[in-house]
């Protein structure tokens, strides 16, 4: 497997993808032409068919649930040599956050890309935390996830609160799924955000958001650690055959190598680089400077103080807290709509 930092020009003004393709190309010395990025939606559902569900999907959705139970399970992650705050410490406290900010008042509960093991865990807290979820509400683009959702959250949201979308997160807001008189409390947990340039993500939460909404995020940031915990977290072998599985939706029985590669992009916004964690599948050629790259994820890794920058950018959102695990690699930042 490779694994490299890319070193190379940031294309000032080219949308995410192309400037990806671009440093990709520079360090692998191969064509951009040669380079395959398909739109991040197309790993979660078939656009020929958006309704229906296929092996694959199934798969994926499998894969997202296995890496939250290992992320939840492992208390070992997170931590460093001198201080234990692993990732379900920094989800209590930014659920004690929760608690404390909704003070006893319903709510509703969104979320973006549901998975079981961490909504399991947050509507649990919450209960315990005496609110009332006066309705869960899954947003989802992949229909593999709508019916195991249900029957794992049967023992804690009753049938009649429970609800489903499926749909584009950026045109939930166009849906009429509200509950009247509550506050929202909208989740994207699992690193989803930063496949999203974080304009087009404040620019989606002003759709779905109300003023005294709350939305809870999570991402994987740099962090005084260096690369190590994100190189680390893209070589388990769920990320790698989630990798494998884009790669065989669009080019099935074809052998190919796992990369990794930390991408510097530029923002537009105060002109110092981004760095995007990318995985690809290279395709060896039968002669040289014929290779293939299909890239099969990118995610944005900002550092910490930028994240908080970049969400309070538009002056409608303002960070109510920051917790993170005790390596800083990992952060849950709760964020409440002006």
């Known amino acids: 497997m490779s694994q490299q930092v890319i070193d190379a020009p940031v294309k000032q003004g080219a949308s995410l993808i192309d400037q990806i393709r671009s440093g990709l190309a520079t360090y692998l010395r191969v064509p951009e032409s040669s380079i395959s990025i398909p739109q991040n939606v197309d790993k979660y559902h078939d656009k020929d068919a958006p309704a229906k569900s296929d092996p694959a999907l199934e798969e994926v959705f499998r894969l997202m649930w296995a890496l939250n139970e290992r992320g939840l399970s492992d208390q070992e992650i997170g931590n460093t040599q001198l201080h234990q705050r692993p990732l379900t410490t920094?989800?209590?406290?930014?659920?004690?956050?929760i608690a404390s900010e909704l003070g006893g008042a319903p709510l509703?509960?969104?979320?973006?890309?549901?998975?079981?093991?961490?909504?399991?865990?947050?509507?649990?807290?919450?209960?315990?935390?005496?609110?009332?979820?006066?309705?869960y509400n899954g947003v989802d683009i992949n229909p593999a996830s709508r019916e195991t959702m249900q029957r794992e959250l049967a023992s804690l949201i009753p049938a009649e609160r429970f609800s489903y979308q499926q749909?584009?997160?950026?045109?939930?807001?166009?849906?009429?799924?509200?509950?009247?008189?509550?506050?929202?409390?909208?989740?994207?947990?699992?690193?989803?955000?930063?496949?999203?340039?974080?304009?087009?993500?404040?620019?989606?939460?002003?759709?779905?958001?109300?003023?005294?909404?709350?939305?809870?995020?999570?991402?994987?940031?740099?962090?005084?650690?260096?690369?190590?915990p994100i190189f680390n977290f893209y070589q388990?072998?769920?990320?790698?055959r989630f990798s494998k599985i884009a790669l065989e939706r669009n080019l099935p029985q074809v052998d190919s190598e796992y990369g990794v590669y930390l991408v510097p992009l530029s923002l537009g916004t105060d002109g110092s680089p981004t760095m995007a964690a990318v995985t690809a599948e290279r395709i060896r050629g039968a002669q040289p400077g014929t290779d293939r790259i299909f890239v099969t994820n990118y995610c944005l890794k900002f550092a910490l103080d930028e994240y908080r920058h970049l969400r309070e950018s538009s002056g409608r959102l303002k960070v109510l807290a920051q917790r993170t695990t005790a390596d800083g690699s990992v952060v849950f930042q709760l964020t409440q709509k002006l």
Request: charged share 30%.
């Open 90 to 97: 920094a989800l209590d406290q930014v659920l004690e956050d």
């Open 108 to 135: 509703q509960y969104t979320e973006l890309g549901p998975e079981p093991v961490k909504t399991k865990y947050i509507v649990r807290s919450l209960q315990e935390h005496g609110l009332d979820i006066r309705q």
């Open 167 to 228: 749909t584009l997160f950026e045109e939930l807001g166009d849906r009429d799924y509200r509950v009247p008189g509550v506050r929202n409390l909208v989740t994207m947990l699992g690193f989803e955000e930063g496949n999203e340039h974080p304009a087009a993500v404040n620019e989606m939460l002003d759709r779905i958001l109300e003023p005294g909404d709350l939305f809870l995020s999570e991402m994987q940031v740099l962090s005084d650690g260096g690369w190590h």
């Open 236 to 240: 388990n072998d769920l990320m790698r």
